[in-house]
């Protein structure tokens, strides 16, 4: 059974940094991309980052390239997102999620992932 379970979140002061990790087990198949993905209370999901195992690739949205990094330990089968420079607007609840095919130009679209972690919480604020 596919389980991704992410953890690392809490509060954070405005201009400080957190790490997200998320965990994978279960996959009898390896998957092509790892996602980190965010919804804000009334806001839709949006994607943040994401990391195509093929070739090492990263990938950003424009609001938190330079701040965020995503990266892979292949040993201990998961995945970080460091968060620096955080911001009030980065205030949501954050999930790790996987896909089996893609597209380069819309990796960070939702509907390529297929099992989504339970989310983890980050909240930025004074």
């Known amino acids: 059974q596919v389980q991704l379970v992410e953890s690392g979140g809490g509060l954070v002061q405005p201009g400080g940094s957190l790490r997200l990790s998320c965990q994978a087990s279960g996959f009898t198949l390896n998957p092509y991309v790892i996602g980190w993905f965010r919804q804000a209370p009334g806001k839709e999901r949006e994607g943040v980052s994401a990391f195509s195992v093929s070739d090492g690739m990263t990938y950003y949205s424009e609001s938190v390239k330079g701040r965020f990094t995503i990266s892979r330990d292949n040993v201990k089968n998961t995945v970080y997102l460091q968060m620096n420079s955080l911001k009030p607007e980065d205030t949501a609840v954050y999930y790790c999620?996987?896909?089996?095919?893609?597209?380069?130009?819309?990796?960070?679209?939702?509907?390529?992932?297929?099992?989504w972690g339970q989310g983890t919480q980050v909240t930025v604020s004074s």
């Open positions: 999620a996987t896909a089996y095919s893609f597209a380069a130009t819309t990796i960070l679209s939702s509907h390529w992932y297929d099992y």
